[in-house]
């Protein structure tokens, strides 16, 4: 079984910054790209970032410039680290990780159950 853990959500003013954390657990034999979508009310699930096993990153172009995605490896983890944050930016974040588990012969999508990201103006 895999599980993906999310933390770091949370309140803050506009201009300020949060670190959003996710890490994969469980029977993982291996992990292609990881990353982030994001989803306000009343709009559609937005990519917000991702980075591949070889840290090739993609970033939305709403994020370019403040956001930065990186991840650790050695312990199955995803990171976005997002600054000069907007009151648009306020979202239920999703980590998600396509990861092969243990025995399987596919890649599947693995998800978190998402954080919430609230900034004030």
């Known amino acids: 079984q895999v599980q993906l853990v999310e933390s770091g959500g949370g309140l803050v003013q506009a201009g300020g910054s949060l670190r959003l954390s996710c890490a994969a657990s469980?029977?993982?034999?291996?992990?292609?790209?990881m990353g982030w979508y994001r989803q306000a009310p009343g709009n559609q699930r937005e990519e917000v970032a991702f980075?591949?096993?070889?840290?090739?990153?993609y970033y939305g172009d709403s994020v370019k410039g403040r956001f930065t995605i990186s991840r650790d490896n050695a312990k199955n983890t995803v990171y976005l680290q997002m600054n000069s944050l907007k009151p648009e930016d306020a979202a239920v974040y999703y980590c998600y990780a396509h990861i092969r588990s243990a025995g399987a012969t596919k890649f599947v999508d693995y998800w978190g159950q998402g954080t919430q990201v609230t900034v004030s103006s």
């Open positions: 980075v591949s096993n070889s840290s090739t990153t």
């Open positions: 469980g029977s993982i034999f291996s992990i292609n790209d």
